[in-house]
């Protein structure tokens, strides 16, 4: 009798962890599906009509679809120009913040000088000041050096990242213990060999985070594109999009298709280096 | 005969994206008469457009010809960052034949000109004709007090009385500036300005009075008691376009916004009660020597009547030069008439070249904002008395912090 109880019992609380597990799935399901609503739309948008983009309510799937938009957009921009711009930009900057971002961690975590702290407490420093407050001098910087409109006036503002230095130098303190550069240093090896054959593969994955934080932050940067390239063809793709703007409108048709072509680099490397990402955010948030 | 400057490359910055074209289709002309010259038009969002002249102008980084609302070019020519135009333009703008008194003072400063004006931005009404044909209705609306009489009979109503279509779409809410500068528009028509200057060049709010009373109480009128028109209501061009609203106060570019989304609208345009609110935009030129000359003959170009026709036809933007014969585009757009056709007696202004001028509007906004959404105020007329002294006594503070308070 009391065996049967429990057995109903145990089968209810299983019918009961399976209903809310399953009340659990329904609500992430439409909670990613309202997630993914913006960016549907803005793919369908760039297959519409100006009529139907007007239409209310909204369609998802284009009554009428056209190409016009995405051939508007290839003939009337150099949009591929301004791609490859942004992908050059993103991809040195990252390279440029990789380096400095690993020198300057390794040597602020494992090097035993008070100076050292100093210098890192002007690193973390710097982070708090916003980019548009030193922007002004580094245009005036970039301008003294004749290097507008080219893409070493667009990295001037984005080869180191204090963050990042910060990012390697707890990386580093967490998973490189003393005790192996020490036994590397008693068997003869150098300070480089150290450097690129014991700390960088130890942190390949931190540095996978901080690449992918870093290309983003070069792949959507506005303000300093903007004001340093004033020539079209020196544009990024963020700058360029902006050209979608008219004087009290957005052609939105136009700007979803060059959006959603544009989404096609980004969303490949997000594909690629999606576990490097998750990583770099969960080190961000969950690491002191 | 071509002078020297051919053998040059100018820059055209632009703060509005559509009007790249233009800009190319004036070199483009230019080409016979300039074989060598390069014309490079950067054209960008108005307010990136404003940053990037900020730090190009001061660095001496500028492009040679730059497209800038005189209101933001007051703070160049202040500091002397823009060319004074040679003799034979400032003739040119300073012969009442080719621009009006406002258009010549847009381009001038201190009584000298700098720069070509252009074209501008200006409103005028526009109003479905079919709703207009059902609600008995035969002409535009021709005073203020019309404005709500035919707000009223356009409106259409749920079981419940609640408005389906707005009668006339207020710009009741949204952007701070766009809500202060539609009120101004408004309160114009009754007489009245939000900030008016005074022979010494000071300014002053002096708005708390029966015109002013007039333009609140309208709005009040229709948005609580007549209910013409809600809070919540689609509102502008799309609400327009979509046939969510009968009537509303916009620039010349609705029509090409019609033109590509709603080419089957019934509508029709006309001109407002006094006079419209004006955005004038010039040419001004920097740079020196060779490339100087090229640019302002390129402002010159631009002003051609075939390309400022062109720019009316293509691109939407108004010119600011007199004289212009728009039949034949008239005769295809005939809703551009309300934009360039007005009677002799038609009134322009325009937002004081101030730098608290922004300040004002977003503060205006704000009162203005929570006077629309208060049922109370509706008949209450010594309340939107207190409302209106309240926003004056705040502009006139702000005039005052910046030294700018007439007497």
């Known amino acids: ?288 | 005969m071509a002078p020297a400057v051919s053998a040059q490359e100018i820059r055209v910055w632009s703060g509005y994206p559509e009007l790249a074209p233009f800009y190319e289709h004036v070199a483009e002309g230019m080409k016979a008469e300039y074989p060598d010259l390069s014309v490079k038009v950067e054209a960008i969002a108005l307010r990136e457009h404003e940053k990037r002249l900020a730090l190009g102008l001061t660095s001496g980084e500028a492009a040679e010809v730059i497209e800038l609302g005189t209101s933001t070019a007051t703070r160049y020519l202040e500091n002397g960052l823009f060319n004074v135009a040679p003799e034979a333009v400032a003739a040119f703008v300073q012969d009442p034949a080719n621009f009006n008194d406002f258009f010549r003072d847009s381009a001038s400063y201190d009584g000298t000109v700098y720069g070509l004006p252009l074209f501008r931005g200006q409103s005028a009404l526009y109003y479905n004709t079919e709703m207009f044909e059902a609600a008995g209705l035969t002409e535009p609306p021709a005073t203020m007090a019309d404005y709500t009489t035919y707000a009223e009979a356009l409106t259409q109503r749920d079981g419940s009385g609640a408005p389906t279509v707005s009668g006339w779409s207020m710009r009741l809410s949204g952007g701070g500036q766009g809500i202060a500068e539609k009120f101004w528009i408004n309160m114009f028509q009754y007489g009245e300005s939000l900030v008016e200057q005074d022979a010494d060049g000071k300014w002053k709010a002096d708005f708390a009075n029966e015109q002013g009373r007039a333009a609140l109480k309208q709005y009040l009128e229709n948005v609580h008691t007549l209910k013409t028109v809600t809070i919540e209501m689609p509102a502008d061009a799309e609400a327009f376009e979509r046939e969510q609203t009968a009537m509303f106060i916009r620039e010349s570019w609705v029509i090409g916004d019609i033109a590509a989304k709603a080419p089957d609208l019934p509508y029709a345009t006309t001109t407002l009660p006094r006079g419209s609110i004006v955005a004038p935009v010039s040419l001004w030129i920097s740079g020196e020597g060779a490339e100087a000359e090229a640019a302002w003959a390129f402002a010159q170009a631009a002003n051609e009547p075939d390309n400022l026709l062109w720019l009316l036809d293509n691109v939407g933007w108004l010119p600011n030069r007199s004289g212009l014969d728009y039949s034949a585009i008239l005769e295809a757009k005939p809703a551009l008439a309300a934009f360039v056709d007005y009677p002799e007696t038609y009134e322009f202004f325009s937002l004081p070249n101030i730098g608290p001028v922004e300040e004002i509007l977003t503060r205006t906004a704000a009162r203005l904002t929570e006077a629309f959404a208060n049922p109370a105020l509706a008949t209450d007329d010594a309340a939107i008395d207190a409302v209106l002294v309240a926003t004056q006594d705040e502009i006139n503070g702000l005039l005052q912090r910046e030294g700018l308070l007439a007497e």
């Open chain 1, 1 to 288: 009798m009391s065996a049967n109880r429990s057995t109903q019992s145990g089968r209810s609380r299983r019918l009961r962890k399976m209903f809310v597990d399953r009340g659990i799935d329904l609500i992430l399901l439409v909670f990613s599906l309202l997630m993914l609503l913006p960016l549907v739309f803005l793919v369908s948008n760039g297959f519409k009509t100006p009529q139907e983009m007007l239409a209310w309510p909204p369609t998802i799937i284009p009554a009428d679809p056209t190409i016009d938009n995405f051939a508007a957009v290839l003939q009337d921009t150099p949009l591929l120009r301004w791609m490859f711009n942004s992908i050059l930009f993103a991809v040195l900057s990252t390279l440029a913040i990789l380096a400095t971002s690993s020198i300057a961690g390794y040597i602020l975590a494992k090097f035993r000088y008070s100076s050292l702290n100093v210098i890192f407490a002007l690193v973390l420093a710097t982070a708090i000041v916003p980019f548009e407050v030193y922007m002004i001098p580094l245009y005036f910087q970039a301008q003294s050096m004749g290097i507008l409109n080219s893409i070493w006036g667009l990295l001037l503002g984005y080869l180191v990242m204090s963050f990042g230095i910060f990012l390697i130098r707890q990386n580093v303190i967490h998973s490189i213990p003393d005790e192996l550069l020490e036994a590397a240093r008693i068997d003869g090896a150098g300070e480089l060999w150290i450097f690129f054959r014991i700390v960088l593969p130890l942190l390949r994955g931190a540095l996978g985070a901080l690449g992918v934080l870093a290309f983003f932050q070069a792949w959507t940067a506005f303000a300093w594109p903007m004001i340093v390239a004033t020539n079209r063809e020196a544009y990024t793709i963020e700058v360029g999009l902006a050209l979608f703007q008219t004087g009290f409108t957005v052609d939105l048709g136009r700007l979803s298709a060059a959006s959603a072509l544009v989404l096609i680099p980004s969303i490949s490397l997000f594909v690629i280096l999606r576990r490097n990402f998750v990583q770099g955010v969960a080190s961000t948030g969950l690491k002191e």
